[in-house]
């Protein structure tokens, strides 16, 4: 569960405004928003001060006084995730608007920033004292335990579990663990079933953890995988479900699974191509004559070189190869540098797109907000001042009439296509990347005999394993 410490602000709201929603620190501020305010600094400034000067009778940018701290005028919560929680930068944003929506109400005035400079993931969030219609936030002891409270409620409804340790004995099982810890080995039987179902749609492992965690699978990712199901006792290294289910062999599963189908792996002669080829005859031999770990593509079908993760690897490889007609490994290491500058160029245009979409959505949210109320004969208080708030938002964009408001909308909505079709070229230049990254290791491991010897070396060592367990069971 993460950690929420809470900084009352005394003085310098728009320092701790600047300092949150720092781009450096945001991923160019796509992993900031704001409710009942903008997502940036000024315009935020400006609608919390609107609202704090109406309720306390006070200045926003009071001084510290010589005597006391003064009047809180924002409170900074921080919500630290630790690096075991094995949480995206989405994810963690994700969690930040619903805990704020949770624990503050709607008509809080809040900003939110996802931090990602740090070794873990850590939420701020700058909350004004005073809410829309003038209800007060007090930081004390109290209030940061219930908003702890919330914290892990939340943070439980996104598949965050605490860690609890059962103590004593003689503790009522619930049926189906009763029933698994019968069988012995079932519950090790449904998680490969579940991963074996949901590998063909994911596109990589840290996906394929998330859906995991969706059906109700609790996931620690350390040096290896480990996963516990509802109602299981102990956490189970992926590894110890087979050789199919280590955390290599699942990336390959997911990375090389639609290549290779029905595909000639001819080609023109290249050093290249005559390694892979080569490689892959002595791998063949390998699992024929059953001197390599037995690792299956897929394991509903019975083990055969043909049926061979490590065959079917090395052969969707060299498929890439014809296909893009690679002739050596300086050649792929050139596209893997273009590829590089790509991805970059994709991403920051991808970060940039999406911190406008953002910003766009709240202005138009505003704009909406602005008519709507505009519209109505008589507004209470808060009404009123929401209106206020509403009319500083877009004045300082030249939003003045309707027309400007379906003007705005259509420029999110232009916008909202460009993200979607960047967001695809950039999935693609992802993959395409691994997959060069991973033939290059691959053929770096081939050219250097380092290959065929670590397959035989990690048989050699099974074994091994196996008859000191053997000679220990008969021991017992």
Request: hydrophobic share 30%; glycine share 4%.
């Amino acid at each position: 569960m993460p950690y929420v410490k809470s900084i009352p602000i005394h003085a310098t709201v728009n320092r701790s405004l600047a300092y949150i929603l720092n781009p450096d620190k945001t991923e160019d501020l796509v992993y900031t928003t704001s409710l009942n305010c903008m997502a940036n600094a000024k315009d935020a400034y400006l609608a919390m001060k609107t609202i704090y000067e109406h309720y306390s009778g006070e200045k926003f940018n009071a001084p510290i006084p010589l005597e006391g701290k003064g009047s809180v005028k924002a409170i900074h919560y921080i919500q630290s995730f630790s690096p075991d929680e094995n949480i995206t930068p989405e994810e963690a944003h994700r969690i930040a608007k619903a805990f704020a929506r949770k624990t503050f109400g709607d008509n809080c005035q809040v900003v939110i920033a996802t931090h990602l400079d740090k070794g873990h993931l850590h939420n701020h969030y700058i909350l004004n004292t005073y809410t829309l219609d003038g209800k007060k936030f007090n930081d004390n002891q109290t209030t940061l335990k219930h908003i702890r409270e919330y914290s892990d409620r939340v943070c439980l409804a996104f598949g965050i579990q605490p860690i609890l340790e059962s103590k004593g004995k003689g503790k009522t099982l619930a049926y189906n663990e009763w029933e698994h810890k019968k069988r012995g080995t079932s519950w090790k039987q449904q998680i490969r079933l579940d991963i074996d179902r949901l590998i063909v749609s994911v596109k990589n492992i840290d996906e394929l953890l998330c859906e995991l965690e969706m059906m109700g699978y609790s996931i620690k990712r350390g040096k290896y995988i480990s996963i516990k199901a509802q109602g299981q006792e102990r956490y189970v290294r992926t590894k110890t479900l087979g050789e199919d289910y280590t955390e290599e062999s699942l990336v390959s599963r997911i990375l090389w699974r639609d290549v290779g189908s029905n595909i000639s792996l001819t080609g023109e002669p290249a050093p290249i191509r005559s390694d892979y080829l080569k490689a892959i005859d002595e791998v063949s031999e390998l699992a024929r004559t059953g001197q390599k770990v037995q690792r299956k593509r897929d394991s509903s079908m019975p083990y055969t070189p043909e049926n061979d993760m490590d065959v079917y690897k090395l052969s969707a490889q060299l498929t890439i190869i014809n296909r893009d007609n690679i002739h050596s490994i300086g050649e792929l290491e050139g596209k893997i540098e273009t590829l590089k500058s790509e991805y970059e160029n994709a991403r920051q245009e991808l970060n940039a797109l999406s911190a406008k979409q953002d910003s766009l959505s709240s202005l138009v949210e505003q704009a909406e907000k602005y008519f709507e109320l505009l519209d109505k004969p008589t507004l209470t208080l808060s009404e009123k001042l929401k209106l206020n708030i509403c009319k500083q938002a877009i004045s300082g964009h030249n939003i003045q009439t309707r027309s400007d408001l379906e003007q705005l909308k259509f420029t999110s909505q232009e916008t909202a296509k460009k993200i979607a079709l960047l967001k695809e070229n950039f999935e693609k230049c992802r993959r395409l990347y691994e997959v060069y990254s991973d033939i290059a290791h691959t053929y770096y491991d081939i050219s250097s005999g380092d290959y065929i010897s670590r397959l035989v070396a990690e048989e050699q060592q099974k074994r091994e394993r196996e008859a000191q367990q053997n000679k220990k069971n008969k021991s017992i």
